[in-house]
């Protein structure tokens, strides 16, 4: 399945996070402007929000000021 536009650019933001193993509270509030900017959280926004919310919770993704 090919990803929606919004997907995408939430995939580039958390694969950025899983390397670097933080992310900033911006580029968090980002992501969550982004998936919700249009009203509907699809599928892919989903799977990819819950990825990064178990990576903060297991702490292998930081969020920092």
Do not use: C, F, G, N
């Given at each position: ?38 009203g ?5 926004e ?10 903060i ?9």
């Open positions: 399945m090919k990803l929606s536009s919004s997907a995408h650019t939430l995939r580039h933001v958390i694969e950025k996070a899983m390397e670097d193993h933080y992310i900033t509270k911006a580029e968090y509030e980002m992501i969550i402007h982004q998936a919700t900017e249009d509907h959280i699809d599928r892919q989903q799977a990819l929000l819950k990825e990064l919310q178990d990576m919770a297991d702490r292998s993704v930081k969020i920092v000021p």
